[in-house]
């Protein structure tokens, strides 16, 4: 008679048993049903109903990169929490942020999470920048059913590329198509005004400071257009959530540190609501 795993205390033999270095396609082939595109799609879209969340901004500067979100996710016209976080860790020396339906975005997010601690315990070495960029893409196009139905995943991808001594960008469609960016980028509804104040205001040579303010400058032009951006709340305390990765590896600001530059940009835009100039040559 079959041994009964759970009431002897043993592994099941599945994981016993030498496989990929994918925790991804470990589980897509002993629990399928747990991977966020397994689910089954809904009959209808349900774009107003699920709460979605915006905006993510990313930059680089000589010393890495920094992204930052807002906090505000909606649910149609209604704000359905005002302080989600969209940026997240991904590993020492890589984040992502999220932009879409958020019950599914924070899901991938984790099982990415899982998939890159998983690698390095299995390889004994960490994955290359390139592969981690394009196992996300995998996952994004594993949850094509469902974003066909309005429930769609759109990160942003980002890290410190150790073989090449730089930071890097990565942005994806909805099929799981994966580009890299150049300078800066954005995602979300809020995305074209955050774009346009970053071209305005990125330049060669920022400093770790400047590139912070630079973001955080973006996400407030973004929320001054779009209702589905949240800005800062003083009276909450609830700032964006930002971070940077360099050589030094991943390190989120806390609060206090983002409000101080909250303070910095609000001061700016008492004495010009537009945000500061960019020269004209």
């Known amino acids: 008679m079959a041994t009964d795993p759970a009431r002897s205390g043993r592994l099941p033999a599945a994981y016993l048993t030498p496989g990929s270095s994918s925790f991804a396609e470990f589980l897509g082939d002993h629990a399928p049903e747990l991977l966020p595109g397994r689910r089954t799609p809904p009959v209808t879209a349900l774009t107003t109903e699920a709460p979605h969340g915006t905006t993510i901004v990313a930059l680089s500067f000589p010393s890495g990169i920094v992204m930052a979100g807002d906090r505000r996710a909606t649910m149609g016209n209604y704000i359905a929490q005002r302080d989600i976080e969209k940026v997240f860790h991904a590993d020492d020396y890589s984040c992502v942020g999220i932009a879409g339906t958020a019950g599914i975005a924070i899901e991938m997010v984790r099982l990415f999470q899982v998939e890159l601690e998983h690698y390095e315990k299995i390889e004994g070495t960490t994955m290359s920048l390139e592969g981690k960029a394009n196992r996300l893409a995998q996952m994004i196009r594993s949850n094509l059913g469902m ?50 104040a970053l071209k305005k205001l990125w330049h060669d040579g920022l400093s770790n400071e400047d590139a912070v303010l630079c973001a955080v400058q973006s996400l407030y032009d973004a929320a001054d257009e779009d209702s589905a951006t949240g800005g800062p709340d003083l009276t909450r305390r609830i700032f964006p959530v930002v ?15 983002v409000g101080a530059y909250i303070e910095t940009v609000l001061a700016g835009r008492m004495q010009n609501p537009g945000g500061p100039p960019a020269p004209l040559r």
């Open 243 to 257: 971070a940077t990765v360099t050589f030094d590896g991943y390190r989120r600001l806390s609060d206090d540190e």
């Open 147 to 196: 974003a066909m139905q309005g429930l769609a995943v759109v990160p942003l991808f980002a890290g410190f590329d150790l073989e090449t001594d730089e930071g890097r960008i990565f942005s994806y469609d909805i099929t799981g198509g994966r580009y890299e960016e150049h300078k800066f980028h954005s995602v979300g509804s809020g995305s074209v005004f955050a774009r346009g």
